[in-house]
């Protein structure tokens, strides 16, 4: 609950934020869904997943900094629940809820889940890959859970994909 309050209580801070409100505002605006742009001329310095998620939410909700910040802030709330998901998987329960705690209150966690950026929804999809990945090769080891194992990698490598669609090959090398 600390990344969603007060998403929109201030402004768009530093050069980054607004250069990746204003080119998912554009987006929505222009349906250009391929051409990043940011103010009219081609953006291509970074990959597209971010500005898709952005200004997906645009869309359906309007323009504004929560808007910008909603798919930072989602990740954000990915990660605590994988958090919990791997820790209460390998451990236990409790584990579980304390190592989901931790996360969610961290405060450069908290600080970096509320900037309308690409870094945190980067750190959730290669969470997830690595997440989905051990879960294949490590814990669908028995027999018969070929089936199993191979939606893991599926999954793993959807998540590897998506990554690099946000950042890059560092989502993928990571």
Do not use: H, N
Request: charged share 15%; proline share 5%; with cysteine.
């Amino acid at each position: 609950t600390c990344i969603w309050v007060g998403l929109t209580a201030f402004g768009l801070v530093g050069p980054d934020e607004p250069r990746y409100a204003a080119i998912a505002r554009d987006m929505a605006a222009s349906g250009d869904w391929v051409t990043p742009r940011l103010f009219g001329d081609p953006w291509l310095e970074k990959p597209i997943l971010y500005y898709w998620m952005a200004a997906l939410i645009y869309r359906a909700v309007g323009v504004g900094e929560g808007a910008a910040r909603f798919p930072s802030a989602l990740a954000g709330l990915v990660l605590v629940l994988i958090t919990f998901a791997c820790a209460r998987r390998w451990y236990d329960e409790r584990t579980g809820l304390l190592a989901g705690a931790i996360t969610a209150t961290s405060f450069g966690y908290v600080a970096v889940a509320r900037q309308a950026l690409p870094d945190l929804v980067l750190a959730a999809f290669i969470t997830l890959a690595t997440w989905t990945a051990l879960e294949a090769l490590v814990a669908s080891r028995p027999r018969g859970r070929d089936r199993a194992r191979r939606w893991w990698l599926v999954a793993s490598g959807a998540a590897l994909g998506a990554a690099f669609l946000v950042k890059g090959p560092v989502g993928v090398a990571l």
